[in-house]
């Protein structure tokens, strides 16, 4: 059985940073994408970040720059560095995975993931940022 679990997030003023992290259990790494998304109150999930098995990333417009994702497959672990926060960062973010197969065929899987549902994911973990 798949798992995923975020850890990091909190409640930052405008400029800050955090850094989010996701480990993983119960899957095989090399077989999936990883990347992750966020949701606030009232709006649809949005793409953030996607990295796949050869380290080739992806970003969304409104984060690139800013953000960074990475993994360290030995610990099954993906992170997400965020600086220089905006209040319009603010969300739930988490982890989620995609087969290999599907992630390169159909684009990646943040294009992935804005067309059909993630193969599994995390909780999550809350970000706040105050301006």
């Known amino acids: 059985q798949e798992h995923l679990v975020e850890s990091g997030g909190g409640s930052v003023q405008a400029g800050g940073s955090l850094t989010l992290s996701c480990v993983g259990s119960?899957?095989?790494?090399?077989?999936?994408?990883m990347g992750w998304f966020r949701q606030a109150p009232g709006k649809e999930r949005e793409g953030v970040a996607g990295?796949?098995?050869?380290?080739?990333?992806t970003y969304a417009d409104s984060v690139k720059g800013r953000f960074t994702i990475s993994q360290d497959s030995a610990k099954n672990t993906l992170y997400l560095q965020m600086n220089n926060l905006k209040p319009e960062d603010t969300g739930m973010y988490y982890c989620?995975?995609?087969?290999?197969?599907?992630?390169?065929?159909?684009?990646?899987?943040?294009?992935?993931?804005?067309?059909?549902?993630?193969?599994?994911r995390g909780p999550g973990t809350q970000v706040t940022v105050s301006s």
């Open positions: 989620a995975a995609v087969g290999l197969y599907d992630c390169w065929s159909g684009g990646g899987i943040l294009q992935v993931g804005a067309r059909r549902d993630l193969d599994f």
């Open positions: 119960g899957y095989t790494s090399s077989h999936y994408c």
């Open positions: 990295i796949d098995t050869a380290g080739s990333t």
